[in-house]
């Protein structure tokens, strides 16, 4: 079993440079189900999440491999009859081929998607959305068996700015003659980089970023190369443990305007930004004051994936804090674990009061989803003495070798296996 083991204290001083968002890549590796030609992604870390979902390209007899960091697909030969289920059924992201498979092939049948235990995530807007396209939808044993024979563009008015639904719903109306409209589309960067992606090979998509998304059919997609947005989660993840442990970081290859919820909170706790297009340099006396409330939102609002590194920031805060978590409903496992640590969060429901503490002390943490990861391992670069942190694999979902990273800008961390 792989854990970290962290000693706590050192300040966070040097510079990083931030790959592409997994939550860009994964659907744009789905949406790569629609071309019959090559495509390369650039940049993409080998995070777990990201190989699984290759792992899916390559069940369905597509071609799907790294070379260097970039990934290759090629889907000319693939056959959605052969996709394997126990492998749909490990990530939530799996959802994403549905819609994509239905625009090309006509017919899907998935097990239901896997994730992170983060609450129920049901899949209902994706399923109203697709039935909104004219997809005959039966549920057999656990599967989701999708007829789209009869396809058509469709109006369709979302409930709630869902980010997986939007995607969805836009790969699958990629080739319906006439116009699909989503209204109350998700708003996130992702959402805009995956149909940059589906226009630079030939889509015709408008309005991404707004609430409102049109999707005018083409006939087919080619191939192409393309540069995903960098990961502003990842991103603010460094940004939020250097605050924390003081120093001064330099983050590359951050678009700064995709992550002011969460810059504009760091400046509120005393901590000096400079910022560029595509960088953000933060420096931090350690010192952390208490932000009265946060409240997770759809973007452009605070990401629900910030919550748990905020939260792990703020329990040394000077004053006490509020974090409300509006999207998920199980997002606050990792408390439990910081309060382990010294920390003093009670949570009641959606809401944690964080009542900053003096210090942290290292101890034994076990991650269990994985922001909470990075929350945990955030506090233990804090904590004064040794802490480890077990349940790495949820933390190598959506941060590539976490432990380099940190060791590059200073901290005491490493990874090791019990059984060595
Ligand atoms: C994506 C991100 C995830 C992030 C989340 C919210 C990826 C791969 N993952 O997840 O990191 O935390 O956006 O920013 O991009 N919902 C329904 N019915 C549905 C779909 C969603 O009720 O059919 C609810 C969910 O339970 C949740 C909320 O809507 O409460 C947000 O979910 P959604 O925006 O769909 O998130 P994901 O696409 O799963």
Do not use: W
């Amino acid at each position: 079993m792989e854990y970290l083991r962290v000693i706590g204290g050192n300040k966070l001083d040097g510079r990083l440079k931030i790959a592409s968002a997994k939550n860009a890549v994964l659907p744009i590796i789905a949406g790569a189900l629609l071309s019959e030609e090559d495509i390369v992604i650039k940049n993409c870390p080998a995070l777990s999440d990201i190989t699984a979902m290759m792992k899916i390209i390559r069940s369905t007899g597509g071609r799907a491999e790294y070379e260097g960091n970039h990934i290759l697909i090629n889907c000319k030969d693939s056959n959605p009859a052969l996709i394997e289920s126990d492998l749909t059924g490990k990530i939530r992201s799996s959802i994403f081929i549905m819609g994509p498979i239905l625009a090309r092939f006509k017919h899907a049948a998935l097990s239901y998607p896997g994730g992170c235990e983060i609450g129920l995530r049901p899949i209902d807007l994706h399923i109203y959305g697709l039935k909104k396209l004219n997809v005959k939808i039966r549920e057999e044993n656990g599967h989701i068996i999708c007829d789209g024979s009869d396809m058509k563009s469709a109006e369709i008015d979302l409930d709630f700015p869902s980010v997986g639904a939007t995607e969805n719903i836009m790969m699958a109306a990629v080739f319906l003659s006439g116009k699909t409209t989503i209204r109350n589309a998700a708003r996130e960067p992702e959402i805009v980089d995956l149909a940059n992606f589906l226009n630079a090979l030939g889509g015709k998509i408008y309005g991404a970023g707004t609430d409102t998304l049109v999707v005018e059919g083409v006939k087919k997609l080619s191939g192409g190369e393309y540069t995903p947005v960098p990961d502003r989660i990842a991103g603010c993840t460094f940004l939020t443990a250097c605050a924390l442990t003081g120093g001064d970081v330099f983050l590359e290859n951050l678009r700064s305007d995709t992550i002011n919820a969460v810059t504009e909170k760091l400046v509120r706790t005393g901590c000096e930004l400079s910022r560029g297009y595509d960088y953000v340099r933060i420096r931090s006396s350690g010192k952390i004051k208490a932000i009265h409330k946060i409240e997770t939102q759809p973007y452009p609002g605070f990401p629900t994936d910030m919550q748990a590194p905020m939260t792990a920031m703020l329990t040394r805060a000077n004053g006490c804090s509020v974090m409300v978590e509006n999207l998920f409903e199980n997002r606050y496992k990792y408390t439990v674990q910081l309060n382990k640590m010294g920390a003093k969060i009670t949570v009641k429901d959606r809401i944690a009061v964080i009542k900053g503490v003096k210090k942290l002390h290292g101890t034994v943490v076990k991650s269990e989803d994985l922001r909470g990861g990075a929350a945990l391992v955030i506090a233990a670069l804090a904590a004064e003495g040794e802490s480890i942190v077990t349940g790495v694999n949820h933390i190598d979902r959506g941060y590539y070798k976490i432990e380099e990273d940190f060791r590059r800008l200073g901290a005491d961390i490493k990874r090791e296996n019990s059984s060595q």
